[in-house]
C-alpha cells in the first residue's frame, strides 16, 4: 500500500480510497470516509481584496506528526494527507485530506481537527494580492 503521507503528487482522491479499499482491514474498521480539498481562493480571507498568487510552505515533519496523532483517535482508521507549496495561483490544489474510519461521531470531529491542526501548525501562506 502507498505511503499515506504525499507531497506534490496531484493525488487523484478516487484512486487513493480504491488503494486503501484493498487493505482486507478496511470493510472491518470503515463505515465513512471524509474528504478535505483545499484550494487557492481568488480573494483574501481577511479583506476580500483579489489575490493573484500565494506562496506556500509546508512543515512535513509536523504533518507527519499531526497525521500520525490523527491516526490513533478512537475510531480513526487512516489518515492521508498530500500538502502543495510553492507558489500557486487561484484555483490550484494545496491540501488534501482523507479520514476513514468507523462512525460519523468519530470521524467528523478527527476532520475538522486535523485539518484546524495542520493549517495553524504546519502551513504557512503569504498572499500577493494585484
Known amino acids: 500500500m502507498a505511503p499515506f503521507f504525499r507531497r506534490m503528487s496531484e493525488m487523484d482522491i478516487s484512486a487513493t480510497i480504491a488503494e486503501m479499499k484493498k487493505d482486507p482491514a478496511f470493510a472491518e474498521n470503515v463505515g465513512m470516509v471524509l474528504v478535505h480539498n483545499g484550494t487557492v481562493r481568488g480573494w483574501s480571507r481577511g479583506d476580500r481584496a483579489t489575490v493573484t498568487k500565494i506562496e506556500v510552505a509546508a512543515d512535513l515533519e509536523k504533518i507527519e506528526q499531526i497525521r500520525q496523532e490523527t491516526e490513533q483517535l478512537e475510531g480513526i482508521y487512516k489518515v492521508v494527507i498530500e500538502a502543495h507549496g510553492g507558489i500557486k495561483e487561484p484555483g490550484d490544489d494545496l491540501l488534501f485530506l482523507i479520514v476513514a ?22 502551513i504557512t501562506k503569504k498572499e500577493i494580492k494585484a
Open 101 to 122: 474510519g468507523d462512525i460519523r461521531e468519530n470521524v467528523k470531529p478527527a476532520l475538522a481537527t486535523l485539518l484546524d491542526r495542520v493549517k495553524s501548525e504546519a
